[in-house]
């Protein structure tokens, strides 16, 4: 290659390159360099100020030996799995039910997409009414004769954690199912064709033949579903306070809690580092089987 062929490329689409010098350095200012304060700050006893007064890894023993915080990643841990599963599964099953070119179709997608219109705050309330023993679903159901019928998955503390995911799989679910339907209409029909020829079942050519062929769709479900969970915050705060006691604790709030209602900064940055540290060990590794090594085999 010429030597003055990467001039050339440097100053190719220069409007551009120029254009997101903003936003770079928005992002390396913001966003890298607050991640590095706050990790630098996580080994200090900083109470209502930060202060440089480094204490080890005092702020992560005691974080780690702590039973809210040790509650609140059992339940990150509960929500993030059954979530990802069931939001996928019932977003792909919806979707491949509404591509059949089914009647009314558009009035369809808009019901099953307008909860994802809906603050978390609203769809928190919403679903605290429902689940309500005194005037939701089991009020209704007792009403019908069912006395025995219990239904109150926010006011028992072993199944609270379930009561929050109902939420938000009401509200996620219809995004989900629209990426997936957005996928299944770029399937050239011809592939459905052959299958059909073939004698091929319905089920094994999703599984088979379809599904791989929706591999970047299925990221990008991942990528949304995922950092959804990571963020599992106001969804709590609006149906429990994280109750019944600290039942329904999440991450977020805990890190909330102890930055702006307890002071305690150290406590904070410890916590929130480690769920810096926790996607990082999942996105690093699908970066580079997805990047780095994709290139190594092309």
């Known amino acids: 290659m010429p030597q003055n062929a990467r001039p050339r490329q440097l100053f190719r689409n220069l409007n ?17 360099g607050g991640t590095i304060w706050t990790v630098v700050y996580s080994f200090t006893n900083s109470k209502l100020l ?29 929500y993030g799995i059954l979530s990802l599963i069931f939001s996928l599964l019932i977003g792909f099953m919806l979707a491949a039910l509404m591509d059949q070119k089914i009647r009314f179709e558009n009035t369809f997608r808009t019901i099953f997409l307008y909860p994802f219109a809906m603050s978390f705050i609203v769809t928190g309330l ?29 006011y028992n503390q072993s199944i609270v ?54 591999r970047p769709v299925f990221i990008t479900t991942l990528v949304i579903i ?32 102890l930055m702006f209602l307890a002071q305690n900064l150290g406590q904070g940055f410890a916590a929130s580092t480690m769920m810096l540290l926790s996607v990082l060990i999942v996105v690093i590794p699908w970066a580079y089987l997805e990047f780095g090594g994709g290139r190594k085999h092309a």
């Open 161 to 214: 954690i379930y009561g929050v995911l109902i939420a938000g799989l009401w509200q996620g679910t219809g995004l989900i199912m629209c990426l997936m339907l957005a996928g299944l209409r770029g399937i050239d029909e011809d592939i459905w064709k052959a299958a059909r020829v073939d004698g091929i079942p319905t089920w094994k050519t999703y599984l088979l033949i379809i599904i791989p062929m929706m």
């Open 50 to 78: 930060p202060r440089l007064n480094f204490v080890g890894l005092d702020q992560y023993h005691r974080l780690w030996t702590t039973q809210r915080w040790l509650i609140s990643i059992e339940n990150l841990a509960i």
């Open 126 to 154: 919403v679903w605290q009414w429902i689940l309500n023993p005194e005037f939701g679903i089991q009020h209704i159901v007792r009403g019908f004769g069912f006395s025995t019928f219990t239904f109150d998955p926010l």
């Open 16 to 32: 551009a390159k120029i254009a997101s010098i903003p936003m770079i350095l928005t992002a390396l200012c913001v966003f890298v």
């Open 226 to 257: 995922t950092s959804g969970i990571v963020k599992l915050y106001d969804l709590v705060v609006a149906q429990t306070g994280g109750g019944p006691g600290i039942a329904s604790e999440v991450p977020a709030k805990y890190v909330y809690d």
